[in-house]
């Protein structure tokens, strides 16, 4: 039996708004103890995106930059790297190297529905393999 995604997928997950500023992002992330936010779309047209505590590591704290003055949009990756939430974990794994992230978000439809790191790829994988002996 083939692990799915959506049998391994967190389902917490927060939101902003692509407007909002990096330093509400930093608030939101430190309050809830994540490591990313998935940024809205603007409209129906727009993708969702995706800003991590890397990104802001790296765009604005290491650049000296004022997290008040710099929009979440600005600093956020589009589009998320998204999965169907029926998809295997080999093939779940074979895309995260392949664009050397470490998580994916999972969809239904048109909706982020969830996300798998790499953690709960390992997780998943060591009770596979303990399920095969």
């Not at 967190?10 to 992002?25: F, R």
């Not at 969702?48 to 890397?54: A, D, E, K, N």
Request: net charge positive; hydrophobic share 45%; glycine share 4%.
């Amino acid at each position: 039996m083939n692990t799915k995604v959506k049998e391994i997928m967190n389902t917490k997950l927060e939101t902003i708004k692509p407007e909002e500023t990096v330093y509400d992002a930093i608030e939101r992330l430190v309050d809830k103890r994540m490591r990313s936010l998935i940024v809205l779309p603007r409209d129906e047209k727009d993708v969702y995106g995706v800003i991590t505590v890397r990104d802001i590591v790296f765009k604005v704290i290491a650049k000296n930059l004022d997290p008040h003055k710099i929009r979440v949009e600005e600093i956020a990756s589009k589009p998320v790297i998204s999965i169907d939430k029926e998809t295997e974990l080999e093939h779940l794994i074979k895309l995260m190297e392949k664009f050397n992230i470490a998580r994916v978000f999972v969809h239904e439809g048109k909706a982020i529905v969830g996300v798998v790191s790499l953690l709960d790829v390992m997780g998943a994988s060591l009770i596979e393999r303990a399920r095969r002996q």
